[in-house]
């Protein structure tokens, strides 16, 4: 019996509401003028990734220019001539860098970096390290 009197006043209540009927234009309600895929909001979804590919379009932009220029100017230049043969270094000589293609090497003991003939012993000057041509 408690539910029939619940039903009647809820399908009362329902008819109420639909018969008023509010004078004008009803009930006050403002448009909401938003513009669709260009929120103001700096963390909406749709505000990062148009920034997003705005940046990735941009960055790949830069890099083909940058890229086609280098080529333009690679194609103007010569060559690079081919680095002079190294001349035969007295033993003792300190050098702060070793050439290229060095390989390692160890002999009674000591290790050497063998690069073209000659021998490198690494070593210290104050803090730095230096490589002094060595006869092993």
Known sequence: MNS???LTALLGIGLVLWVIDVPGDGLPVRSANA???APLT???YAGVARRTTRRVVYTEAAVASSAAAASAAHATMPPP???PAPAAL????????LPANCEAATI???AY??????????GFQGNNVVYIVSRP
């Open 90 to 97: 007295p033993v003792g000589t300190i050098v702060s860098a």
């Open 4 to 6: 029939g009197i619940k």
């Open 113 to 122: 970096s063998y690069c073209g003939g000659i021998y490198y012993r690494a």
């Open 42 to 44: 700096p963390a909406s």
């Open 81 to 83: 001539a081919p680095p």
């Open 35 to 37: 513009v669709i895929g």
């Open 108 to 110: 009674g003991g000591v």
